[in-house]
């Protein structure tokens, strides 16, 4: 049956239930009268919508409140335990598993060290080896909590490169500078059968996904437009503009910032990650004479560093004499960084920028001003004006809860149907005929 504007009955049903799902798990718990002006339904609707949800377990009461003059009214909020989620993030110096509930409480997690088995960076993400961790990770954080495979509303994963859909292997990783070329990750990790066919895939990059977990959960709440920004071993981002609600990762890491400059393990020249990456700016200390710590992560060296450059107070109150190179190369940084920003600003300009990642937290806490400074210096006056940068809220598990948000954000698509099992009504005539046409 059609409803106006083309969409069906089913549709609406739908788009009814995501409206009260969504703002019961965003803004919740809420009454079933506060339920109605904030998704523009009507009473009766609110009521079928709710009473559905509560039967299916997907809504449980929380409490009550008083009204004025009236009984108190009941308060709703979405149930924790009524699904659970999957985050992977494929990092640059680990496979980070975990496993949340609906609440996005974390219940389990599991980490394994990514380590180079030869002389080249790339071959630490030997497909066979991560898509093992991957595995291994998923068995074992269901395993530690107690969840059946069943219950997973998806497994969402964030990985480092660019994500096309294949129509036969879903989900097929182009990361260049990781070594991988049209991986096929979802046929990869499908082809284990370690979860039933109903649980979805949801592969996106990292940078995606950290910017959805800021945009819903951080310090982007609130904002139109964001530009956040994953710095870590290499550097990326993920805008969120007008047109653009749910976010798109961009290769802001390659864009190029001195022609036939440094090179990048893109293979190409100049570009900002050869510059501003964690990994160029620990290579270019060690160029400058510095000495970075070896047979350790690139975090740890990363944070030596930024104590060798700016010393905190000994014993005695005294300070030790910085590392001038090592300052030196981290003060350029943060002026390659800011005109990388200035790249974002005058693009997209966005109202908020936020740095995230491991390095961008490290080095956020020392030299934020100075980036911003920068930033603003190398922008166009307008735009730079208008926007605030600053650090993301949610620490370095902000990728996993992005990825773990994909499934969720799929399941509110879905009306909070499990994987898209909502009962049809009875079949159109014309889909009736063309059944029994094909049977003959």
Known sequence: MKARGGRTVRDLRRENRTAVLQRLYFDGPLSRFSLGPVTGLSSGSVSNVVSELVSEGLVEEAGSIDSSGGRPRTLLRVRARSGYLIGVDV?????????????????????????????RRTDRYDVDVVVGHLRAGIRQVLEQAGVAPELLLGVGVGVPGIVAVDPEDGAVVHGQTIGWDAVPLERLLRASRLLPRTVPYYIANGARTLGQAEMWFGAGRGAQSAAVVLFGSGVSAC??????????AVEWGHLTVRVQGRPCRCGALGCLEAYAGAEAVLQRWAEAGGRPPSDTDEETALAAM????????????????????ARRVLEETAEYLGAGLSDLINLFQPER????????????????????????????????????????????????????????????????????????????????????????
């Open 91 to 119: 990092g640059e110096t680990r496979v980070r598993v975990e496993l949340f509930d609906l609440a996005l409480t974390e219940l389990a997690r599991v980490e394994q060290p990514l380590q180079a088995a030869g002389p």
């Open 239 to 248: 805008v969120v503009t007008d047109d653009t609600r749910s976010g798109r």
């Open 306 to 325: 930024i104590a060798a450059a700016y010393p905190a107070p000994d014993a005695t109150g005294g300070r030790p004499e910085p590392d001038a190179t």
């Open 353 to 440: 920028i936020l740095i995230g990642g491991w390095a961008g937290l490290q080095l956020g806490r020392s030299f934020l001003d100075t980036v911003a400074a920068h930033a603003t210096a190398y922008s166009l006056r307008h735009p730079a004006g208008r926007v605030r940068i600053g650090l993301g809220m949610l620490g370095p598990d902000a990728v996993t809860v992005g990825a773990a948000s994909l499934p969720l954000e799929a399941f509110f698509a879905r009306g909070g149907r499990p994987h898209d099992t909502e009962p049809e009504g009875p079949s159109p005539a014309w889909r009736t005929a063309l059944r029994a046409r094909a049977a003959q």
